[in-house]
Structures are given as C-alpha cells and as structure tokens.
C-alpha cells in the first residue's frame, strides 16, 4: 500500500468531499482525508494513480496532479505532536505540523478558539467600529446635519456574539476537521517531562507546543477587588453604557476602549501612570493622539498614582496620591496589561521555565528549557500580537519537528485602533539613538495629504533614517495607519531608502501617500509643491 495526495479543481463545499470520498472508496483505496478548501485527497492504495484520477473524473471533478505523500518514505515520519492551546498559535501551530506530515493532538482551554475571536481582536474591533459609526452620526463632516443616534449596547453584543460564533466554526472548528487534528477539551497539567494530564487521563507526548494565551494583569490598588471592575473581557460583554466611566491604563486596549465607551455615550475618564499615553510610543504621538482624545470630550490624566478605591453611594471613587480631586465613576475598567496563563500547567514537572512575570522562558527558536517542549504566542515574553502568535506558532511547529528557524519580531508593525488609528513599525528615535546610530528624521503633518484635506482629518507621520538615508522607523497617526503601516514593513524588511519612497509611485487620494510625501520632506518643503508633484 502506498500514501498518495491528489490536488483536485472543482471542490467547492463539504459536499464535494463526501462526492470525492466516496468515488475513491469505490476503488479500494484508504480514504485518509478530503479537504476542499485545500483542494487535496490523501489515500492509501495499492491502484495505479490513473485508477484514482479516472474515478475523480467520472464525479465530475478533475485531479490536477497526484504524487505521492511526502511522508510516506522509509525516511522518520514526523511523528506526533502535542499543542496545547487553540489560540492563533496553537492553530497555526496545528496547521503546519499537518502540512509536514505529523499527527496533531490539540487541547484546548475553556475557550475554544483561544483571546482574539473569543474576547479580544475580534469582538473590540466589533465595538469600535459600531462607535464609529455614531460618532459620525452625531459629529457629521460639513454640509452634514447631525442626526439621532443611541446605542444599545445589548442589541451590539447580541450581533457580536452571532458573529462570534460564526467564525467559530469557519475559522476553527470546520478548519481543525478539515486538517485531521484530534481536538480534546479539558483543563491540562504536566506531570512529568513527557506526559500531561488533561481532566484525569494522561497523554505521552514526543513534542508539544504550550499555547495558553495570556489574560489580563490587575495591579493591586487597595479596595479595587471589593468595590468591582472591569477588565477588558467584562467590558466587551457589557449589556449597558456606564453614565461615567474611568479607564486605567492608556496603553492599547485602554485607549481604544476607552474611546469607544466615550462614543456609546459614556464621560471617561482615561488614567495613565506613565508621563504621557500610549508610552511605548514615540512622543509625538502621544501628544497628537493626546489631543484627539481631548477634543472628543476624554479626560485624560498622566502621571498618576492611584492610591485607593472606595464604593460610595452614588458609585465608585478613585483616591489618587497626588493633589488631585477624587474620580467618581460608575464602573473602572482596568486596562494595565496582561499575564500569562501559566499557573495550572504545573511547568515545573516538566522541566520548564518561567520568568519572573510567569511568561515562558524560550530561546530564538521558541524551545523552552525542556528540549522537547516549544512555547508559542502570548504565553512567551514577546510582544502580545496576533499575527506574531501566529508566526510563532507555525514556527515552533516546524522547529518542533525537526527545523532550526529562528523568530525575529524586531520588524513587526503594530497598530492602536483608536480614531485617528495609531500605527508604527521599526525603531523610535530614542532606541535609534541608544544603538548609536547616526540618524535623520522628519516630521510631517497630515496637510499636504489630499486625502486628508478632503475628509478634514489630521495627523502625523513621523520617519527615522540613517545618515546613508535607510529607513529604520515609521510612526502614523492617521486614518488608517493600520493599513498604511504594511508598506512601511516591507520596506524595512527589504532595506529600502527614503529615496525608494521618493521615487515609488503613491496612489493619488490615499492616506498611503502619505509615506511618499513625508519622504520628500528630508530635502524639501512639501507645502509647496502642487497635488501629485
């Protein structure tokens, strides 16, 4: 019997896989698996490959190419391999193990499909976009009458959850079906180097990937546990707007939310114990955003320590150590950072180490200090994003099995979905500086942007470059800086100079040119040059 994988053209639903499954069956082979969203059959046989594409055809559907599986060699098969999380990493992870050949068992938490779909990416997205929407009912551009608008936070979070839901199935559990991973649902422990236990029964394992996540951090202010708050999973599923709101923290997930409640009709508060917002940040985009937030009606206070936090009859009260009036609110949404999800794994049976903020400790090519065990995604000390938990998970997956590919985050962009959105890639000014690089920068506001000017919008784009003109850094505040930003790390990853922007081709009316004309401003005055010039 030999393992064939035939890439067939035509299957476009579960259907097709059952028409496909059952063509092949007929001729004796094995039917391993039918993945219509990959386009591929794999099967095992003693038949001709002819025999197969004819009984392909005579269905109505047409076999591109067989071959034999890679896999199947007198070579080690990759073998079996435990992830243990069903986040972004741990599916990415999932993937491409079934892509090199290996049989994956996947344990997932309490929460199928891991932070982002579940309570984090996608549901905060949901809610700032629905914000949006009556911010520009009630604050229309010119020659626009306001008009009514009200939020019914419960009517939102019923649309949320559908749409939830939905992608549950698509993006996860139809996706874990469609690539053959074994999917158990339980609370997991290691009980030795390598064995876990999942809700009673032990599971050996030759390699694992530990992908639990990372959920949110509550510093301990005197009281705040007995008078009740918010983190951001209570705050995407409230039911109701609070009349007054405080959010502290001013870093991503308390600035986003904290705008979005202020559009849903809430007077926020915003608190940051750091000298300015968004503090990892160059400077300057802290003041511009800074200003936004204040025109919007967002109180915002730098600098300040919280001392206490006390229930009073009309709500709540923050007490703060500098000479500042008490806070009265309705609710407190604590929006400090987060912590990894670490403690019931009991990592010590297993050889595994964490640091001392319980993040896993791993090298460049994502192994813990068990050689046998990899770590993936926001459980590691590694900046909390999606797209880079994905990354990690697919190489983890791939060292796992055998490969030495390092991981390197140093280019990848991130992005403050406020509005205007927040967006940076590459080296700030000071790191340049700390690393001793002789560098030029630029500083370019919104003004010479047509699109800008026809939607009356503002903002920044702040660059960094070497004395030889190499880009090093971009910083947006914009309009969809988060779609701008792309361009930006591929040209660091390609190594691009200010020139090559200078010289690129912008497309006219986009906030994208914006990069174009900010590059022109290392050796010239933008402000003077006619549209497109």
Not at 83 to 100: D, K, P, Q, T
Request: aromatic share 6%.
């Amino acid at each position: 019997m030999r393992r064939f994988r035939i890439k067939i053209q035509g299957m476009t639903c579960t259907y097709c896989e059952t028409t496909v499954a059952k063509a092949l069956g007929k001729t004796g082979a094995t039917v391993l698996r039918v993945s219509y969203r990959q386009g591929v059959a794999e099967v095992e046989t003693d038949k001709p490959p002819e025999v197969l594409k004819d009984a392909i055809r005579k269905v109505g559907y047409t076999p591109i190419a067989i071959e034999p599986d890679p896999t199947d060699s007198k070579e080690e098969k990759p073998g079996h391999l435990l992830v243990i999380g069903s986040g972004s990493a741990g599916f990415a992870a999932a993937i491409r193990a079934r892509e090199l050949g290996a049989e994956v068992t996947m344990i997932s938490g309490p929460r199928f499909g891991g932070t982002c779909v579940n309570i984090g990416c996608v549901p905060s997205k949901f809610l700032i976009h629905r914000a949006e929407i009556l911010h520009a009912c009630a604050q229309p551009p010119s020659g626009i009458a306001p008009c009514e608008h009200t939020a019914d936070l419960s009517a939102l979070q019923d649309a949320k959850d559908a749409l939830i839901q939905t992608l549950l199935k698509e993006k996860y559990q139809d996706v874990a079906d469609a690539w053959g991973m074994t999917v158990k649902q339980g609370i997991t422990r290691f009980i030795s180097p390598s064995e876990v236990e999942v809700d009673g029964t032990v599971l050996s394992f030759q390699k694992a990937i530990i992908a639990t996540g990372a959920r949110p951090w509550v510093p301990p202010i005197e009281g705040l546990n007995e008078v009740g708050y918010w983190t951001s999973t209570e705050a995407l599923e409230a039911r109701a707007v609070p009349r007054r709101l405080a959010v502290i923290g001013a870093n991503a997930v308390g600035l986003e939310l904290a705008q979005a409640f202020s559009r849903l009709g809430s007077h926020v508060t915003l608190i940051e114990a750091q000298p300015r917002i968004a503090p990892f940040e160059e400077e300057i985009v802290s003041e511009v955003l800074r200003e936004h937030l204040e025109k919007e009606g967002i109180r915002v206070l730098e600098n300040i320590r919280i001392r206490c936090v006390e229930k009073t009859s009309q709500g709540k009260r923050i007490l703060c150590q500098d000479a500042l009036e008490p806070i009265d609110v309705d609710e407190i949404l604590v929006a400090t950072g987060r912590k990894a999800n670490t403690e019931a794994l009991n990592l010590e049976a297993a050889g595994v180490e964490r640091d001392d903020r319980g993040f896993i400790r791993v090298n460049t090519q994502l192994q813990t200090t068990n050689p046998h065990i990899y770590a993936a995604g926001d459980v590691t000390p590694h900046p909390q994003l999606v797209y880079l938990a994905s990354r990690m998970g697919r190489i983890a997956a791939e060292n796992a099995l055998g490969g030495n590919k390092p991981f390197d985050p140093t280019t990848a962009p991130r992005v403050i979905f406020t509005d205007p959105q927040v967006a940076s890639v590459g080296l700030t000014e000071t790191q340049a500086k700390e690393q001793g690089i002789e560098i030029q920068t630029t500083v370019m506001d919104l003004s010479p942007v047509a699109r800008a000017r026809v939607e009356d919008r503002e903002g920044i784009v702040k660059m960094i470059a070497d004395s030889t003109g190499r880009l090093l850094g971009v910083h947006i505040v914009s309009p969809h800086a988060g779609e701008v930003i792309y361009a930006a790390h591929l040209a660091l990853l390609a190594g691009l100079t200010v020139q090559d922007f200078v010289e690129s081709y912008a497309p006219y009316l986009t906030y994208a040119e914006s990069l174009r004309l900010a590059a022109q401003t290392f050796a010239m005055d933008v402000h003077k040059l006619s549209c497109c010039a």
